[in-house]
Structures are given as structure tokens and as C-alpha cells.
């Protein structure tokens, strides 16, 4: 049986992966996720608000959000204890690189270009392996439309795509007016891959003290559905490596998303749920289901019921809609 895939031109020993999180902070973390299976390392996202410098801003905006992890809470130490600094960030790339044998892939956040531009170069030269990019602002002014907000992202694509060699994916959100438009201009742009999706973190009203509070639920299974569409309708569209971000819990979700188009998936909420071992369980499910269902490899999963090639491309599309309501019966 061969698990092996291509993700960003790095060729990986299967599709799974820790996708960003405070879990790949420690090194212990990272070899039991090596021991476990995992092909590569993505590293938490380092903010541009680090890196130039509004240190109190920044504590002050991971603070808020410490006590809300829901079961999880046990993995995330005090913001002293998880947040590496940028000359950390660096340092934790070579450490993980000298101690174990798994590709790096850091991640940037910011939403302006900045000096966060510069430390890409010094993310590259530190042995990163890949870079992600996660775009993580919505267009929440009447005055923003939704051209700017692209052209927001593939400016800073841009830039950093001329300032280093290694490959980059760019992590989206759903909320684009049109994805598979964004997926093929970062193509254009030389960019390798595009992460689906990101989880904007919703805020809730609390009645009692009437304020807007910071609200983290753990993703669920449910939260796949809205990737397997975008899977299944890139696939055919563009040429970038996929990989499924949100909704991976089983081994069974991992199925879905490579048969849907991806070619890696990261999970996150699982391991923080149930500790760096569950990957291996989720691997072990993979390959029982390529057994049994007669899979040689990966590559023959990936993209096996994308539009193009699933019985009924309709379930992608609008066509699908009628028949979806009627499967409810009162």
C-alpha cells in the first residue's frame, strides 16, 4: 500500500498532518507526533502584530481568548508558555528541523505587508521547508468591496512570493465571492497551494454583562462538509496542492476529503482533544478503509468524486438543491 503524496512539491510520506496550533510549541509534542505518522509540521501562525513589535496588544488579544478553548484548555499553557516570540519562532524551525526528519511548514499572519514581509526571508533561511499564509481579516466596512479584499491578498502574495524561493500555500476563508476566481489568481501568482479553510472565530453576547465576548468552539465532523464542496469543485480547476483544513476528526473524514480532491489533510482540534497518539489511530483507519475498499494508494483516492469525476456532479452544485430539501419529510 502506498500512502505517499506531493504536497507543495515536498513528497511526504502520507496525507496527514498537525495542522497550526500551540501543540507543535514543544518538541516533545513533536517527535510523539513523528512516532505517530505525521508527514510534516505546521507550525502556529507568527502575527505581524510580534513582529513589529506590539508585544501588549498582542498578549492582550491571546489572553482574551485563553479560558475559552472549551475540553481542550489543558493543552494551551499561559500565553508566556505557548507564544514564541519572533526570534523563538525562528530558533523552534531549526530545532525541529535538527531533532526530527519532517518537513517544516511555517505560517505567517497579517493582513498589511509590514516587516512581517522581511521575515519571511529569515523564516526561509532558518530551514522552513514551506511557508503558509494565513489571510485571516474580513470585509466588514461598506467601503471595502470584494475586489479590494482580494487584491489585499494577492499584494501580499505577491510579495512575499518575490522576497523567497520556498514554496508557499495561502490559507482561505469561505467568505470570498468567489473562491475558485482567488484559488486560480494565486495560481497565477506562483503560489503552490491553498488551505481549506479558515476558522474565523465567531463572538457571542453575553445578556448579562451586554458585551461581545470571545467565543472558541472546537471544530466538529459537521465542519467538513463545507470543505468537501470546495474540494471537489477546485480539483479540476487548478493545479495547486490542496489540503483540508477543519472538520477532521475520524478516519473516516480523512477518507471523504481525499475522495473529495485533497492531497493533505491537517488536524487539529482531534489532537488537542485527545493528545499527538490519536494521529496514529486516525492513519491506522485510513489504511483499514483502503483494504477494504481495494485502494493501492493515495493517489488513486485523491480527487476520485471531485466534480468532474463523482456519478452525480449535481450534489456540488445548485442543481442538487430541490432534491437536498426534500429529503426532509415532516
Same mark, same amino acid.
Given at each position: 500500500?502506498?500512502?505517499?503524496? *506531493? !504536497?507543495?512539491?515536498?513528497?511526504?510520506?502520507?496525507?496527514?498532518?498537525?495542522?497550526?496550533?500551540?501543540?507543535?510549541?514543544?518538541?516533545?509534542?513533536? @517527535?510523539? =507526533?513523528?512516532?505517530?505518522?505525521?508527514?510534516?509540521?505546521?507550525?502556529?501562525?507568527?502575527?505581524?502584530?510580534?513582529?513589529?513589535?506590539?508585544?501588549?496588544? #498582542?498578549?492582550?488579544?491571546?489572553?482574551?481568548?485563553?479560558?475559552?478553548?472549551?475540553?481542550?484548555?489543558? #493543552?494551551?499553557?499561559?500565553?508566556?508558555? !505557548?507564544?514564541?516570540?519572533?526570534?523563538? !519562532? =525562528?530558533?523552534?524551525?531549526?530545532?525541529?528541523?535538527?531533532?526530527?526528519? &519532517?518537513?517544516?511548514?511555517?505560517?505567517?499572519?497579517?493582513?498589511?505587508?509590514?516587516?512581517?514581509?522581511?521575515?519571511?526571508?529569515?523564516?526561509?533561511?532558518?530551514?522552513?521547508?514551506?511557508?503558509?499564509?494565513? *489571510?485571516?481579516?474580513?470585509?466588514?466596512?461598506?467601503? *471595502?468591496?470584494?475586489?479590494?479584499?482580494?487584491?489585499?491578498?494577492?499584494?501580499?502574495?505577491?510579495?512575499?512570493?518575490?522576497?523567497?524561493?520556498?514554496?508557499?500555500?495561502? @490559507?482561505?476563508?469561505?467568505?470570498?465571492? /468567489?473562491? $475558485?476566481?482567488?484559488?486560480?489568481?494565486?495560481?497565477?501568482?506562483?503560489?503552490?497551494?491553498?488551505?481549506?479553510?479558515?476558522?474565523?472565530?465567531?463572538?457571542?453576547?453575553?445578556?448579562?454583562?451586554?458585551?461581545? $465576548?470571545?467565543?472558541?468552539?472546537?471544530?466538529?465532523?459537521?465542519? &467538513?462538509?463545507?470543505?468537501?464542496?470546495?474540494?471537489?469543485?477546485?480539483?479540476?480547476?487548478?493545479?495547486? /496542492?490542496?489540503?483540508?483544513?477543519?472538520?477532521?476528526?475520524?478516519?473516516?473524514?480523512?477518507?471523504? $476529503? =481525499?475522495?473529495?480532491?485533497?492531497?493533505?489533510?491537517?488536524?487539529?482540534?482531534?489532537?488537542?482533544?485527545?493528545?499527538? $497518539?490519536?494521529?496514529?489511530?486516525? &492513519? @491506522?483507519?485510513?489504511?483499514?478503509?483502503?483494504?477494504?475498499?481495494?485502494?493501492? /494508494?493515495?493517489?488513486?483516492?485523491?480527487?476520485?468524486?471531485?466534480?468532474?469525476?463523482?456519478?452525480?456532479?449535481?450534489?456540488?452544485?445548485?442543481?442538487?438543491?430541490?432534491? *437536498?430539501?426534500?429529503?426532509? @419529510?415532516?
Amino acid at each position: 500500500m502506498n500512502l505517499t503524496t *506531493t !504536497y507543495l512539491g515536498l513528497k511526504l510520506k502520507n496525507p496527514l498532518m498537525p495542522g497550526a496550533s500551540p501543540l507543535v510549541d514543544n518538541l516533545d509534542n513533536i @517527535k510523539r =507526533l513523528e512516532d505517530a505518522g505525521a508527514s510534516a509540521i505546521v507550525l502556529h501562525s507568527l502575527f505581524a502584530e510580534q513582529i513589529e513589535g506590539n508585544r501588549v496588544a #498582542f498578549d492582550q488579544h491571546i489572553d482574551r481568548w485563553q479560558d475559552n478553548f472549551a475540553e481542550a484548555t489543558s #493543552f494551551f499553557p499561559s500565553t508566556e508558555g !505557548y507564544t514564541l516570540g519572533p526570534d523563538e !519562532y =525562528l530558533g523552534q524551525v531549526t530545532k525541529i528541523k535538527a531533532a526530527t526528519q &519532517l518537513p517544516v511548514i511555517a505560517s505567517l499572519n497579517g493582513t498589511n505587508f509590514g516587516s512581517w514581509i522581511d521575515y519571511a526571508k529569515l523564516i526561509e533561511k532558518a530551514g522552513a521547508d514551506a511557508l503558509e499564509l494565513n *489571510t485571516y481579516f474580513l470585509g466588514t466596512s461598506r467601503r *471595502t468591496d470584494a475586489i479590494a479584499l482580494e487584491h489585499r491578498v494577492l499584494d501580499i502574495v505577491r510579495a512575499v512570493r518575490k522576497a523567497i524561493g520556498i514554496p508557499i500555500s495561502v @490559507k482561505l476563508s469561505p467568505f470570498y465571492t /468567489s473562491v $475558485a476566481h482567488l484559488a486560480g489568481r494565486l495560481e497565477d501568482e506562483k503560489v503552490q497551494g491553498v488551505v481549506l479553510f479558515n476558522r474565523f472565530f465567531q463572538p457571542e453576547i453575553d445578556t448579562e454583562a451586554l458585551d461581545v $465576548a470571545p467565543k472558541l468552539d472546537l471544530s466538529t465532523s459537521e465542519d &467538513l462538509r463545507l470543505r468537501l464542496r470546495w474540494l471537489g469543485l477546485l480539483r479540476d480547476q487548478v493545479s495547486l /496542492s490542496l489540503a483540508c483544513s477543519g472538520g477532521i476528526h475520524t478516519s473516516n473524514d480523512i477518507v471523504k $476529503a =481525499l475522495l473529495a480532491g485533497a492531497d493533505v489533510v491537517q488536524v487539529v482540534a482531534e489532537l488537542l482533544s485527545r493528545g499527538p $497518539a490519536r494521529l496514529g489511530e486516525l &492513519l @491506522k483507519g485510513l489504511q483499514e478503509w483502503m483494504v477494504a475498499h481495494e485502494y493501492e /494508494s493515495t493517489e488513486q483516492m485523491t480527487g476520485a468524486l471531485s466534480l468532474r469525476s463523482c456519478p452525480d456532479p449535481e450534489a456540488y452544485e445548485r442543481g442538487n438543491y430541490l432534491r *437536498t430539501l426534500q429529503l426532509w @419529510k415532516v
